[in-house]
Nanobody, 122 residues
Framework: QVQLVESGGGLAQAGDSLRLSCATSGFIFSTYNMGWFRQAPGKEREFVATFTWSAVDTYADSVKGRFTISRDNTKSTVYLQMNSLKPEDTAIYYC????????????????WGQGTQVTVSS
């Protein structure tokens, strides 16, 4: 039973910070590449960030310099530190896992969490 459970979402105002967490179980976390996607109202899900098993991180241009992805293999948990939040960051954020390192393609991700809502007001 594979599980990815996001937490840490909520309400914020522009310029604030939030830290999302994704606790996982049911697969070999240390061998998987982890990431985050998001889906804003009326839009398709889009790539946010990835962190590979070998500690390589990549980001969408829209969040580069503001968001930081990290992972703790001892806790099988991946994080997304979100700084300098903007209203356009408002979305449901999904924790994802793939064996395809660094992929930005939604369909490469085989494990998905239920999502956590982030709402940023101006």
């Amino acid at each position: 039973q594979v599980q990815l459970v996001e937490s840490g979402g909520g309400l914020a105002q522009a310029g604030d910070s939030l830290r999302l967490s994704c606790a996982t179980s049911g697969f070999i976390f240390s061998t998987y590449n982890m990431g985050w996607f998001r889906q804003a109202p009326g839009k398709e899900r889009e790539f946010v960030a990835t962190f590979t098993w070998s500690a390589v991180d990549t980001y969408a241009d829209s969040v580069k310099g503001r968001f930081t992805i990290s992972r703790d293999n001892t806790k099988s948990t991946v994080y997304l530190q979100m700084n300098s939040l903007k209203p356009e960051d408002t979305a449901i954020y999904y924790c994802v896992a793939t064996q395809n390192a660094g992929s930005r393609w939604l369909n490469d991700y085989v494990y998905w969490g239920q999502g956590t809502q982030v709402t940023v007001s101006s």
